[in-house]
Nanobody
Framework: QVQLVESGGGLVQAGGSLRLSCAASERTSVMGWFRQAPGKERAFVGVVTWNGSTFYADSVKGRFTISRDNAKNTVYLEMKNLKPEDTAVYFC?????????????????WGQGTQVTVSS
């Protein structure tokens, strides 16, 4: 079972930036980020494939960037120009499949989540 550990969440003012990290215990083909706001379902944020191809939800395009360091089995979520509506618990997820998934059901491994709070 692949273990995923997120870090980097916190409190930031609107317009600010945060960088989340997700360290995997072993190589994972596809790594995704999801978020869950209070009272809402878990939502897709973005995904990166093993070769670095990225795909994003429309709500974060141009503001969020996903990257990965395969040597460290780590994926990053760089968030800029944060808005109060970005407030959520952010989860990283891993899939052994070779293609990106946009739904949580596509992923086999999940981190514990890290809170991101954006104040107005």
């Amino acid at each position: 079972q692949v273990q995923l550990v997120e870090s980097g969440g916190g409190l930031v003012q609107a317009g600010g930036s945060l960088r989340l990290s997700c360290a995997a215990s072993e190589r994972t083909s596809v790594m995704g980020w999801f978020r869950q706001a209070p009272g809402k379902e878990r939502a897709f944020v973005g995904v990166v494939t093993w070769n670095g191809s990225t795909f994003y939800a429309d709500s974060v395009k141009g503001r969020f960037t996903i990257s990965r360091d395969n040597a460290k089995n780590t994926v990053y979520l760089e968030m800029k120009n944060l808005k109060p509506e970005d407030t959520a618990v952010y989860f990283c997820a891993g899939s052994p499949r070779g293609y990106p998934g946009y739904y949580s059901s596509s992923y086999s491994y999940w981190g514990q989540g890290t809170q991101v709070t954006v104040s107005s």
